[in-house]
């Protein structure tokens, strides 16, 4: 019983200690910032190789579209984005010990229109000197307001593309 006691002791003290091994200096900590900027550059290059670069082994992603994917399934997705812009609304980074956990909102644009409006989280470990990316989820605020005007305006077309040819038919049986 004590060895059971002393080995579980042990295993705690391992995975603890592993996650508090690092002290963060400052210069550290603005390389996260640094890092975070270029992650949101890569999805908007498209760039994979970067992808592979900053992310950890055990990446995982949650979309705002509810899909799941690993590094090998995101990486995939990454040049669907290419010619995406961003704009960050908001982020607050918080750092426990060498992991640190980033909350905002950003609006992803295609050609200028809207296409996402989502809260997010990522979370960063430092391992191996290096800040990499281990995880995303991200949530749709809703649908974004331009949505509703395209819709408006693809009603409003075909509702008077079925008023002329209505009226086409009603003036031939005259």
Do not use: H
């Amino acid at each position: 019983m004590i060895r059971i006691v002393l080995t579980c002791v042990l295993v705690l003290n391992q995975v603890i200690g592993y996650s508090q091994t690092e002290t963060l200096t400052p210069e550290t900590i603005k390389q996260l910032s640094d890092e975070q900027k270029r992650m949101f550059e890569m999805f908007s290059n498209g760039d994979t190789e970067t992808f592979l670069e900053i992310t950890g082994d055990d990446y995982l992603a949650i979309n705002a579209d509810g899909t799941y994917m690993n590094k090998t399934q995101s990486v995939e997705l990454i040049p669907k984005f290419k010619g995406s812009t961003y704009d960050i609304l908001e982020q607050t980074d918080r750092i426990y010990g060498n992991v640190a956990i980033s909350t905002g909102r950003a609006k992803f644009y295609l050609s200028s229109i809207l296409v996402a409006d989502v809260y997010f989280n990522q979370t960063w470990i430092y391992r191996d000197n290096r800040w990499q990316f281990i995880f995303w989820q991200g949530s749709m605020t809703g649908a974004p307001k331009s949505y509703l005007i395209y819709v408006t305006l693809i009603g409003t077309l075909l509702l008077g593309g079925l008023i002329v040819v209505v009226g086409r038919r009603f003036r031939r049986k005259k």
